[in-house]
């Protein structure tokens, strides 16, 4: 390990094998299914976790404990780090930022902790930024800077087929236009500030898939840039998308495509479809 160490969550949603390849430690949220938790991550919708979802009932989430940053934060100093860079999903959205922080006041080395603002690839892009950063051997206060920075430039856009759950949870800005119109119509989601927020409504998951098309190449602007596309239980419809990206984004530098976890699945449903544009 080198002398800054990396931590995110699991949220992040990095593909299998690269948060190891890049020597990103991760801190897992929890998934609550009635009587029944796990920590988030590969194979956890298995098992009770399954039958509880088949059974039509909703998960929740709780944040990582203190104790479990504590002890990445411990780990990392004795692996030789001398300092360590935490970057979290927005605090806007889960307490997880909070307990990193509670953590870092009692670490045996500096702990700089970030908001990335987002969730999902949009914060395993901020992640990767920051473990590029210390690879290249920076100090922990510029990893820090280059995480904030990156995360500032991210759009970040999905679909799901009903804000219901993100209501449910508080994680979605009031939304605009007449009552009951979601009942009717897909909504386009986009992270504002932190928050999910509405962009507007589309009738089909094809209609939405095209449009998320659009919005990322609109925001890429011709711009190099790293893609991600994200989803949930939509392997298929993923996979083109990120072929429609690589032809409306031809100056792409890293493309990413992979599933979401329980811990997103449990606040958007099942059949969400997102993409992420990071301009380098």
Do not use: K, N, W
Not at 107 to 119: G, L, M, N
Not at 155 to 161: I, R
Request: charged content about 15%; proline content about 6%.
């Amino acid at each position: 390990m080198g002398r800054t160490a990396v931590v995110t969550d699991s949220t992040a949603g990095l593909p299998s094998g690269l948060a190891e390849s890049r020597s990103i430690m991760i801190v897992p949220l929890r998934v609550l299914a009635g009587s029944h938790t796990a920590d988030d991550g590969p194979g956890v919708l298995s098992g009770p976790l399954a039958e509880y979802l088949s059974s039509g009932e909703r998960l929740t989430t709780a944040r990582p404990s203190p104790a479990r940053f504590a002890a990445a934060y411990a780990a990392a100093a004795e692996a030789g780090a001398a300092e360590v860079v935490s970057v979290h999903l927005s605090g806007e959205l889960s307490g997880t930022l909070s307990s990193a922080e509670l953590a870092a006041a009692e670490a045996p080395v500096p702990v700089h902790v970030v908001d990335s603002r987002s969730i999902g690839m949009g914060l395993g892009i901020t992640a990767l930024t920051a473990a590029a950063a210390a690879a290249a051997g920076l100090p922990g206060a510029a990893v820090a800077a280059a995480a904030r920075l990156r995360a500032e430039r991210l759009g970040s856009f999905l679909a799901v087929d009903s804000p219901d759950q993100l209501r449910a949870g508080g994680r979605l800005s009031p939304l605009a236009g007449p009552a009951g119109a979601v009942l009717t119509a897909r909504p386009l989601l986009t992270m504002r500030s932190g928050r999910i927020s509405m962009l507007e409504r589309v009738r089909t998951r094809s209609a939405a898939a095209e449009r998320l098309a659009e919005l990322a190449a609109q925001f890429a602007a011709g711009r190099p840039a790293d893609i991600a596309v994200q989803h949930i239980g939509q392997a298929s419809r993923a996979a083109e998308l990120a072929g429609q990206l690589a032809a409306a984004i031809p100056l792409a530098r890293h493309r990413y495509l992979t599933e979401a976890g329980a811990a997103i699945l449990a606040h958007t449903g099942p059949g969400m479809l997102g993409v992420v544009v990071a301009p380098c």
